[in-house]
């Protein structure tokens, strides 16, 4: 589980390296900020469900 977020947080971040129209860095504070607020979460349908909304991001290429 720690590597399948790891590697959710790294793709999020490359994701934000290749946007045009939007400001890069608030897109990386946000994902920084959204990662550290769900660090301690330990309910594991929450953490499913942060997941799956941070690969829908991916998915359907659309900023937060």
């Known amino acids: ?10 793709d999020l971040l490359r994701y934000g ?3 045009k129209y ?3 860095e608030y897109f990386r504070y ?3 900020k959204n990662f550290k607020q769900n660090k301690h979460l330990i ?3 929450e953490i499913d469900f942060q997941l799956q909304k ?5 998915q359907n290429q ?3």
Not at 54 to 58: A, S, V
Request: hydrophobic share 35%; charged share 35%.
């Open 22 to 24: 939007t400001d890069k």
């Open 54 to 58: 941070g690969q829908k991001l991916l």
């Open 62 to 64: 659309r900023v937060l």
């Open 30 to 32: 946000r994902i920084r």
């Open 43 to 45: 309910d594991q349908i």
């Open 1 to 10: 589980m720690r590597q399948t977020i790891l590697k959710l947080y790294k």
């Open 17 to 19: 390296d290749n946007l």
